[in-house]
């Protein structure tokens, strides 16, 4: 769907899905990013001008970081847990993340393939606090797509 003239799709508006089932209470996420390595080409003319170029090289794998609030639920550890056992079949998951506009209508969704969490942290914890407490993890993944 297109946004009007001069209209942004709004920060507050996304969904996380990992293996097609949405993370609940998410707060945040970070470090939605597409790059591509980049290679430096040295090189010297035949009437020796020194040359530079830069060439488009693979695309680089990435992580995404999710903030949430904690819950009860110990998909997440588990998750780490496959991980650390070793278990890479079991460990590799997808995940999207979908951009929403003001109706809730999806504008772009980034999806991401052969994902496994690297870390669980839960925030700083203390007495006579009145914030929330959250979980974040962060998801490794080797290949991303924009839709």
């Not at 297109?2 to 993370?23: K, Q, R, S």
């Not at 590799?92 to 506009?101: E, M």
């Not at 504008?107 to 994902?115: G, R």
Request: glycine share 8%.
């Amino acid at each position: 769907m297109a946004l009007a003239d001069f209209d942004n799709a709004p920060a507050y508006g996304f969904t996380v899905t990992i293996d097609g089932i949405e993370v609940p209470r998410v707060i945040e996420v970070s470090g939605l990013k597409h790059e591509v390595d980049k290679i430096e080409l040295k090189q010297q003319t035949q009437d020796g001008k020194y040359i530079v170029r830069h060439l488009m090289g693979r695309e680089k794998p990435g992580e995404i970081t999710v903030t949430r609030g904690l819950t009860e639920s110990k998909t997440v550890t588990d998750w780490l847990k496959i991980v650390m056992e070793g278990d890479v079949a079991g460990a590799r998951k997808t995940a999207a993340v979908a951009l929403l506009d003001y109706k809730g209508e999806t504008v772009k969704t980034y999806n991401f393939a052969n994902c496994w969490v690297r870390s669980v942290e839960v925030n700083s914890l203390k007495a006579g606090a009145t914030e929330q407490t959250t979980e974040k993890f962060v998801i490794c993944y080797d290949e991303s797509t924009v839709e």
